[in-house]
T-cell receptor
């Protein structure tokens, strides 16, 4: 059973445009929702994260929007640049688990065209 | 500071052979995770350790997989015997459980395994 569903699987955006990646979850025990960015040949790295007590978090060109009632969250990349081309993973952590293990979505392969 | 160090970066082996992947976590981190990445299944958590103790190995595919963490600075993931369907990129990650940012995992660069 896939606990975090991510879409789209791949995305092509023109330079300067807005990239939007969506995730949905079912487990209401999730209490922490990070996004990871992965470049080819590298491991994923934390990009930005949000807790469910806020509806939005912004860091530079990257924004997470969170809808607790709908159990959905999304990543918006404003003014997308070719250097943003990477695979993006949403993830979630269950509260009270005693560890930081994350459940990841399947990833979105983002290409920003010059 | 050195990040998570994994070896080998690439491994090509034949079906039935034993494979051992190695990981050195970031010094001071007390949680260690092994993930497997494939196109079909994405990133899957195989096992994690807290203070060198295995906490949850429910993600380990089957008895052919085993993991150890003999001390705070070293962990291994072993596959014996290996099968073609084990071909994937295996990531080790570490975190400081009491850190200020919960859930921030620091990943190594991965070990790409190909089983022929």
């Amino acid at each position: 059973q896939q606990q975090v569903k991510q879409s789209p699987q791949s995305l092509i955006v023109q330079k300067g445009g807005i990239s939007i990646i969506n995730c949905a979850y079912e487990n209401t025990a999730f209490d922490y929702f990070p996004w990871y960015q992965q470049f080819p040949g590298k491991g994923p790295a934390l990009l930005i994260a949000i807790r469910p007590d806020v509806s939005e978090k912004k860091e530079g060109r990257f924004t997470i929007s969170f809808n607790k009632s709908a159990k959905q969250f999304s990543l918006h990349i404003m003014d997308s640049q070719p250097g943003d081309s990477a695979t993006y993973f949403c993830a979630a952590r269950e509260s009270g688990g005693g560890a930081d293990g994350l459940t990841f979505g399947k990833g979105t392969h983002l290409i920003i065209q010059p | 500071d050195a990040g998570v160090i994994q070896s080998p970066r690439h491994e090509v082996t034949e079906m039935g052979q034993e494979v051992t992947l190695r990981c050195k976590p970031i010094s001071g981190h007390n949680s260690l995770f092994w993930y497997r990445q494939t196109m079909m299944r994405g990133l899957e958590l195989l096992i994690y350790f807290n203070n060198n103790v295995p906490i949850d190995d429910s993600g380990m595919p089957e008895d052919r997989f085993s993991a150890k963490m003999p001390n705070a600075s070293f962990s291994t993931l072993k596959i014996q015997p290996s099968e073609p369907r084990d071909s994937a990129v295996y990531f080790c990650a570490s975190s400081r459980a009491s850190g200020t940012i919960p859930g921030e995992l620091f990943f190594g660069e991965g070990s790409r395994l190909t089983v022929l």
